[in-house]
């Protein structure tokens, strides 16, 4: 998930660096998640609805699984917050996120990315 630095309501409250550089992250994540994933396709999802901030989900389309394919994916969302379908292991999830990342970054440097610092824990202060 991509989310703006600033809070914008949706893409049309961007100004033209926003935008520029919303599309140069788009671009690096869904690199990095075709090269982690080995999916065929990206996609990308914005309802903003739940939260209203824009912010754009990149998700894989495999062509071996039918319910990543456009609509469907939708139906897919549905039916893991409905409990029908179970979600992703949090571990594995995490790693790929992690991975994916790691990926991006790489491309992101330019505009002045970095990997977040580890919060500081209490007993080490």
């Known amino acids: 998930m991509i989310v703006t630095r600033?809070?914008?309501a949706g893409p049309d409250e961007l100004d033209p660096s926003e935008s520029a550089e919303?599309?140069?992250v788009i671009r690096a994540v869904a690199a990095a998640v075709r090269a982690?994933?080995?999916c065929e396709r990206t996609y990308?999802?914005?309802f903003n609805e739940a939260v209203p901030h824009l912010h754009v989900h990149v998700i894989p389309r495999h062509a071996a699984d039918g319910s990543t394919t456009s609509w469907a994916l939708a139906?897919?969302?549905r039916a893991v917050a409905r409990?029908?379908?179970p979600a992703a292991a949090s571990?594995?999830?995490n790693e790929?996120?992690?991975a994916i990342a790691t990926r991006a970054l790489e491309a992101l440097k330019e505009l002045g990315f970095a990997s977040p610092q580890p919060a500081a824990r209490p007993e080490d202060a």
């Open 6 to 8: 600033e809070h914008r």
């Open 22 to 24: 919303l599309g140069f």
């Open 36 to 38: 982690q994933t080995g």
């Open 44 to 46: 990308l999802l914005s």
């Open 75 to 77: 139906d897919r969302y």
């Open 83 to 85: 409990g029908d379908v």
């Open 91 to 93: 571990a594995e999830a």
């Open 96 to 98: 790929v996120a992690e």
